[in-house]
């Protein structure tokens, strides 16, 4: 029993003796550690640090850190913004987070740290106060920047070589050595070498979507998907589901889950053609996912969010949309910061005889395509093109399959040369309806300028009606 008694005597003083080599312990590592550690409130004030978190931000002493920051949020974070970020994500964690933040030395030096933070929670799992570390990686985002900074005037640098050469005759798609064409491919190295919006002004038939194409490929982007979208050719209660996809069952029709453009676009390019025709609602919804702040497919309360580069395309005069009302201003200004026209055919004609000559050996299969005669490739030099490198491309088949010449007369003039085509096959009635149909779309879309809308107005049908009858008889 008396020994008993004296064991039992001793184990305060052995536990008591534990604990203070465990404290002493604790204290050693918190006072040598070459990490920043620190302990704060919420409401902004530190508890206590450890020196090398001071000397971190160049203070002589914790105490004179701790004396010296009375709003951690407004003397310390170089945005306040990010600690209620970070208290807003810590609280919502039981383990330790990490994010990268920018606080304010003592001298004002601006320092990049890696923090790792813990929530310490009271009794009733209330949040008392936290913990944290911290490691100073200004060096190591700094020689990030450099790097990224050095690759992107290499690529800057590699882009103006291109841009340099003289007497150019093409670039990617697009033929032409003219004056008006050498501004449109140096505008477009300048496009691919950004990662910003490019607006692409010019009439139909101008090839818009070929410049765009370029650009993207021509970019970092290029091992990437390119997405052209038709926005005049979407019906306004489908839009929403082409951009942003939808889940099985949100509307009837709707089979299985569905990616979007948006989706398919993510790492490339998203090209909108007759981004005029695009309404307000639409615009606000583009906008957001355009400025990173995701979107939601249809049928999912989730967000998603897509790395695309987006490339519009127009016809209109969008700067009289905005001021009438149908453009939003910001959307404006997001897509609208590099801008590349692309001329009509008609002040390119010295670009006539090398497009003809592409389109020929295009048509043909071969490397000796057959030769137009003198005055064949005079009414093609001065004939006006209002429906542009598209208008010259079907004009163009249509002599090779007829022999005859023959487009839209403009002032009166009769341009149509050539001989009558052989009429020896006969013809179903549905194939004569179909190629009738045919002749009167192409007419109407000369007329017009291959400006859809109006087309199909003069026409007596819808948009989507005629883009389908153009792809139908290869006129998209």
């Known amino acids: 029993m008396k020994q008993a008694r004296r064991n039992s005597a001793r184990q305060p003083e052995q536990t008591l003796e534990s604990l203070r080599e465990r404290a002493d312990k604790y204290e ?5 550690s070459a990490l920043g550690i620190f302990q704060s409130t919420l409401e902004g004030r530190f508890l206590s640090v450890n020196p090398a978190f001071a000397k971190i931000f160049g203070y002589d002493s914790p105490e004179e850190m701790i004396a010296s920051i009375k709003d951690i949020s407004d003397q310390f974070y170089l945005q306040p913004q990010r600690r209620r970020e970070i208290l807003a994500a810590t609280a919502a964690e039981d383990g330790t987070s990490r994010f990268d933040a920018d606080f304010r030395g003592k001298d004002g030096t601006i320092i990049t740290v890696a923090l790792s933070v813990r929530a310490v929670r009271d009794s009733e799992g209330k949040v008392s106060h936290l913990d944290g570390f911290i490691e100073d990686v200004t060096e190591a985002r700094l020689r990030e920047k450099e790097v990224r900074e050095q690759a992107e005037r290499l690529s800057r640098e590699n882009v103006r070589l291109r841009a340099s050469m003289k007497e150019r005759y093409r670039l990617g798609e697009l033929i032409g050595k003219s004056a008006v064409m050498q501004d449109v491919y140096e505008s477009m190295l300048q496009a691919a070498a950004t990662d910003v919006g490019v607006i692409i002004y010019g009439e139909s038939g101008t090839g818009k979507e070929r410049v765009a194409r370029g650009i993207h490929d021509l970019s970092r982007r290029h091992h990437r998907e390119f997405v052209p979208v038709n926005c005049g050719a979407i019906p306004e209660h489908l839009l929403e589901s082409e951009f942003f996809g939808h889940k099985r069952g949100a509307f009837t029709g709707a089979h299985a889950d569905t990616h979007g453009y948006l989706d398919l676009a993510d790492g490339g390019t998203l090209f909108l053609d007759e981004v005029g025709e695009l309404g307000l609602e639409m615009q606000v919804k583009l906008l957001r996912a355009i400025e990173g702040g995701g979107y939601s497919p249809v049928g999912d ?14 016809n209109r005069n969008i700067r ?18 590099i801008p590349v026209t692309v001329p009509p055919l008609r002040a390119r004609r010295e670009d006539i005889p090398l497009l003809v000559d592409h389109f020929l050996r295009q048509f043909s299969g071969s490397d000796e395509p057959a030769v137009l005669p003198g005055r064949v490739l005079d009414s093609l030099y001065r004939y006006d093109w209002p429906g542009n490198i598209r208008e010259l491309q079907n004009v163009l088949r249509r002599y090779l399959a007829t022999k005859r010449l023959d487009f ?11 001989v009558a085509p052989e009429t020896g096959e006969s013809l179903t009635l549905p194939q004569m309806v179909s190629q009738y149909e045919k002749n009167v779309i192409q007419k109407v879309l000369d007329k017009h300028h291959w400006h859809r809308g109006r087309t199909a107005a003069a026409l007596g049908i819808d948009r989507k009606t005629l883009f389908t009858k153009m792809k139908t008889y290869g006129l998209a």
């Open 28 to 32: 050693s590592i918190f006072e040598n």
């Open 320 to 337: 009289e949309m905005v001021r009438n009302g149908k453009m939003r201003e910001d959307f404006y200004f997001r897509i609208h910061i």
């Open 408 to 418: 839209l007369a403009t002032r009166g003039e009769d341009l149509t040369q050539g």
């Open 301 to 314: 309360s989730r967000t998603r969010k897509s790395d695309f580069r987006v490339i519009a395309a127009t």
